[in-house]
T-cell receptor, first 117, second 111 residues
Framework: GAVVSQHPSRVICKSGTSVKIECRSL??????MFWYRQFPKQSLMLMAT?????????EQGVEKDKFLINHASLTLSTLTVTSAHPEDSSFYIC?????????????FGQGTRLTVV | QKEVEQNSGPLSVPEGAIASLNCTYS??????FFWYRQYSGKSPELIMS????GDKEDGRFTAQLNKASQYVSLLIRDSQPSDSATYLC???????????FGQGTRLTINP
């Protein structure tokens, strides 16, 4: 079953409004989570690294005031797209690394399809 | 030069044949390598991970890693139409936890 749960799976919002996306690790603690964005027919682009109890680390070119990240607990990170515009329409995916026997593997949430109209 | 490069395809393979997917990376310090499968509209699903040189087999899938040549490949034997998807190569370097993805190869298995 899923080890990382992301909600909602699909959201349509009006321009200028804000949208919150949640990402939960289900049976493990994740001090770090990653937020990606994927445009059609393109690969995943890392937006930011979410750190539990501290500020997120944003990749170059990603506006931290537009994409607010909160990692308030060891199992939950949220991404809020503020003042959304049509160009923010995309597939947003979270990921959490889980340490197995000796190695760490990344598991992805189901993704959120955001459409801004 | 991109950090992780894949041929975007599309790669078309007849059902039952072997599909071969390739990936090269630029950071010699990379230590962990992953193949993900992504169906249209869905999030990536981990298929294989490989950490040392050589081959690693899991069912119909074989991952191959050659650190000296900085490439990693994925072989899919007895290809099935359900294998049709985009395959993403991902690399993790050093102590960092984040993954760097290639652009993905779109694979189509023809019945």
């Amino acid at each position: 079953g899923a080890v990382v749960s992301q909600h909602p799976s699909r959201v349509i919002c009006k321009s200028g409004t804000s949208v919150k996306i949640e990402c939960r690790s289900l049976d493990f603690q994740a001090t770090t989570m990653f937020w990606y964005r994927q445009f059609p027919k393109q690969s995943l682009m890392l937006m930011a690294t979410s750190n539990e109890g501290s500020k997120a680390t944003y990749e170059q070119g990603v506006e931290k005031d537009k994409f607010l990240i909160n990692h308030a607990s060891l199992t939950l990170s949220t991404l809020t797209v503020t003042s959304a515009h049509p160009e923010d329409s995309s597939f947003y995916i979270c990921s959490a690394p889980r340490r197995g026997t000796g190695n760490t593997e990344a598991f992805f949430g189901q993704g959120t399809r955001l459409t801004v109209v | 030069q991109k950090e992780v490069e894949q041929n975007s395809g599309p790669l078309s393979v007849p059902e039952g044949a072997i599909a071969s997917l390739n990936c090269t990376y630029s950071d010699r310090g990379s230590q962990s390598f992953f193949w993900y499968r992504q169906y249209s509209g869905k999030s990536p699903e981990l298929i294989m991970s490989i950490y040392s040189n050589g081959d690693k087999e899991d069912g119909r899938f074989t991952a191959q890693l050659n650190k000296a040549s900085q490439y990693v490949s994925l072989l899919i034997r007895d290809s099935q139409p359900s294998d049709s998807a985009t395959y993403l190569c991902a690399v993790r370097s050093g102590g960092a936890q984040k993954l760097v993805f290639g652009q993905g190869t779109r694979l189509t298995i023809n019945p």
